[in-house]
């Protein structure tokens, strides 16, 4: 039987917002207040400076909007949070414990969904807004140390096809710009759905991520490309009209679920040329690498299964993997060949049925793959940082 | 008689916003209605897809807030704009002919002073907030042209009198890195009180700028650092105490007002050298140049004058000007073979008079200086844009 090799999950955080709107907050909100009122610190993903929202040991957020003529302030996020207004003006709620990593939200004030004041911004969600960073026990390899760090470049491009200007962001390693005669593969890293080319650096922390793993040896340096794959794709549902789940339903063979030959044919024929034309990098098949999250992951399992000639290692983190009965396999040795690197990740608080059973069969069928589970995490941006640091060292060892 | 040689220019955004915190709305709310209401389109620093805030060939902006329990929705800035609810529960409000370019604002919603989630973040005013574009005649100099792009480069590097990690932001010319023997000189480019690093790249678009130059050929390619000056300053006024106006005081003769010092020491000791270690620099004093807008400028002023065996080329933009009877200026005939470019500019709506007055000292004292003043603008960043657009061409002609 072939299990579900390419799903919705990157639809997840949409429906989900959706959803929550819907409901009555009374009844979703936490059982009962929290108790811990000690020991809560702004979050490390704060404006400089501001004291809300904050955290704690127990990986509660607890938010703070002045708002002294509002009827209602809520958090619409884990069901709902109604904040309470003290004497001060203040509106103060408190959610239960969250899981580790970085979590969206929003600030509701009477019915207006605005940025919360007190976090930076990021994109996601489809929109610049807020986010919460509960202190995660593996956090270091994310963290900002006194290691040689790399850049990170934003880089204007012209596309042919779309007669547009586009933008990506390029991570070059610590050393990049001293020995000028070396070059390095590429890693084309990408998004998820109503995310932008500027998650990985921001939030995913790409950067800080790979800085770290090369001052400890653990991961060959390498450059790494982030562009924006869009939020739309041909034939597929959009926004407002989740699909029916499961089911393939009455798709021609053959033809793919949903439809990337866009943002392929910026890929293949536009940034790639223009990635080698500009960086120094190695310029073939086996120093080629790409991945991506969510529906950027839905995207590399497209584009690479394709272009087999043109990737050798291949990163779905949370977004489809690989049934042994895909047409892409029809050749196992061919498919061996090519393909020095399979990897496919998930929280293990998503659907991880398909995931593993592909794994095990493709095992069963001598094609290695790795298949890494984040613990205690959802489909949300720890599973991906936590999915990057382990992808990386696979990368690029000759 | 000596002119005021260095401002309180730079508080002024923060006094405003103090002022019309305090100020009663209804009378200094625009004396009419917005009557255009064609041709109003979103604005250019919308994030996409949103279809507010609006601008309109007057350089009127239109905001609409979906708040539908609100009790009242108001833009403090521009004397305070009262949003008008309709029918579909959003709140609709119209400000006066606004000066072209780029301008801070709130939305405040029931007493919330919020991110206006139409528009994308800026760091200004202390804190990632929002911005609207209002279309200038002269706004060719800084769009997205099909010209070859440089790169702005995310860097960080570690500061030992801070012990910390430090980010800059790094502009990179066009072709740095194909011709990897050529060397540049450097621009240090400073943001303004109440704003960060990122400023020149988001709001002030100076990779733009600075494409667009060298590809007319107007401009040399050089090197650009934009660094975080910091929002405090030792020995001078604090957020919230703003000095008694003009007068030097009781201040002891050579004391400088204000005590930039601690940035001073990263820029010369920490700064300076790792560029020059990490980036193809031409590391000497006649390709240095440093300028900065509003406090910006007065840290350009007291870094510069204090180092001009470090730097050559030096400009204000709304941060001061140099009087005739500086004791930089003790040796006129040392300065003039230091100093290869002074460059002052002001918006027109700016008080104008000290930095006029002192041009034309400096020039009857055989000087030779730019003065600069943005038409129809005022302490804001068209005034700046412009100001590095004509600064930019003036420097390391050789």
Not at 48 to 75: C, M, T
Not at 120 to 139: L, N, V
Not at 188 to 200: K, R, S
Not at 268 to 290: C, G, K, N, S, W
């Amino acid at each position: 039987m072939r299990a579900a090799s390419t799903g919705f999950a990157w639809l997840l955080p949409l429906v989900g917002q959706i959803a929550l709107a819907q409901s009555a907050p009374a009844q979703d909100a936490p059982a009962e207040p929290a108790p811990a009122v000690e020991a809560f610190k702004p979050a490390s993903s704060n404006q400089g400076g501001k004291e809300y929202p904050q955290v704690n040991s127990e990986g509660r957020a607890r938010f703070r909007i002045v708002a002294p003529e509002a009827r209602s302030v809520r958090v619409p996020e884990w069901g709902g949070i109604d904040l309470t207004k003290g004497e001060d003006g203040a509106w103060v709620g408190t959610t239960r414990p969250l899981d580790e990593g970085f979590h969206y939200y929003r600030i509701n004030i009477d019915g207006a969904d605005v940025p919360d004041p007190g976090s930076k911004p990021f994109y996601g969600a489809g929109r610049w807004g807020s986010a919460i960073e509960i202190p995660a026990e593996d956090q270091d390899f994310y963290a900002v140390e006194d290691v040689p760090h790399g850049q990170l470049r934003e880089v204007l491009y012209h596309s042919e096809s779309t007669d547009a200007t586009r933008r990506c962001f390029v991570y070059t390693p610590p050393g990049y710009d001293e020995d000028t005669s070396k070059r390095y593969p590429v890693l084309y890293l990408q998004h998820g759905a109503f995310e932008d080319e500027t998650g990985w650096g921001n939030q995913g922390r790409a950067n800080l991520i790979m800085d770290n793993l090369i001052a400890a040896g653990e991961s060959k340096p390498f450059i790494i490309v982030m562009d924006n794959g869009g939020n739309n794709f041909a034939g597929g549902p959009r926004r407002g009209a989740p699909p029916a789940p499961g089911g393939a339903g009455g798709r021609p063979p053959g033809r793919p679920r949903f439809d990337f030959s866009g943002f392929a044919k910026i890929m293949t024929d536009e940034l790639i040329p223009f990635i080698d034309a500009h960086f120094r990098t190695i310029a073939d098949q086996p120093h080629r690498a790409m991945a991506g999250l969510s529906m950027g992951g839905a995207q590399t399992r497209q584009i690479t299964l394709a272009n087999l000639d043109t990737f050798s290692h291949i990163g779905l983190f949370s977004g489809g993997s690989i049934a042994a009965d895909d047409p892409a396999l029809a050749d196992p040795e061919a498919f061996k060949e090519k393909v020095e690197v399979l990897f496919v990740s998930y929280g293990s608080r998503e659907n991880t049925a398909a995931a593993k059973a592909n794994h095990e069969a493709l095992e069963a069928a001598g094609i290695v793959n790795t298949y890494y589970e984040s613990p205690n995490t959802a489909h949300e941006w720890q599973t991906w940082r936590r999915s990057l640091y382990r992808f990386a060292p696979l990368l690029f060892r000759d």
